[in-house]
């Protein structure tokens, strides 16, 4: 299952985030906040397709900059609130 959401967090944030024409790679450990491809507003809306996909509340306190640069730690997130 893991996999399975690791291709959706990484499929979101190329649809989402990067231009069309965007040659970048993003994969389970590319920085999403410190490289500048997710900023605190677009986190903001990564959250919250988190929440809704998985019919989840993140409280803001574990919705950190850290939780969030990378999809292996929105994974690591996720499992605090979902058996996966």
């Known amino acids: ?3 399975e959401i690791k291709k959706l967090i990484i499929d979101y944030v190329k649809k989402e985030y990067l231009e ?3 040659t970048m ?3 389970e450990n ?3 906040i410190s490289s500048g491809i997710v900023d605190s507003f677009s986190m903001v809306s990564l ?3 988190i ?3 998985f ?3 993140i409280p803001d306190d574990k919705a950190t900059p850290e939780a969030f640069d990378s999809v292996n730690n929105i994974i690591n997130v ?5 058996k996966i």
Do not use: G, P, Q, R
């Not at 996720?78 to 979902?82: A, G, L, P, Q, S």
């Open 55 to 57: 019919a989840i509340k």
């Open 30 to 32: 590319t920085k999403l």
């Open 25 to 27: 790679e993003v994969n």
């Open 47 to 49: 959250k919250m397709f």
């Open 1 to 3: 299952m893991s996999e």
């Open 20 to 22: 069309e024409d965007s």
């Open 78 to 82: 996720i499992k605090e609130f979902v």
């Open 51 to 53: 929440e809704n996909k």
